[in-house]
C-alpha cells in the first residue's frame, strides 16, 4: 500500500548523486587545462575533448590553417 520507512531510505540512497570531488576528470587538447565531467556530456563522455565552444572552435580555426 504506502512505502515504508526502509523503502524510503532505500530509494533515497540509490537517488544520492555523486560527489563533485568524485566526477571524472579529463585535460582538454587545446587550452591544456583540466575540465570535469557533466551531465550534457552522459552519453558521449569518452568522445569529449574539449571543454569548452571556444576551444573546440580554436581547434577547428587551428586545422583548417594548415
Known amino acids: 500500500m504506502y512505502p515504508t520507512k526502509v523503502d524510503r531510505q532505500q530509494n533515497f540512497k540509490a537517488l544520492k548523486k555523486v560527489k563533485k570531488q568524485n566526477l571524472p576528470v579529463k585535460i582538454c587538447t587545446v587550452c591544456n587545462r583540466p575540465f570535469t565531467w557533466r551531465k ?24 583548417s590553417l594548415r
Not at 552522459?42 to 575533448?49: S, T
Request: aromatic residues 12%.
Open 40 to 63: 550534457k556530456w552522459k552519453k558521449n563522455w569518452d568522445e569529449v575533448k574539449y571543454c569548452s565552444k571556444r576551444c573546440s572552435k580554436k581547434q577547428m580555426m587551428c586545422c
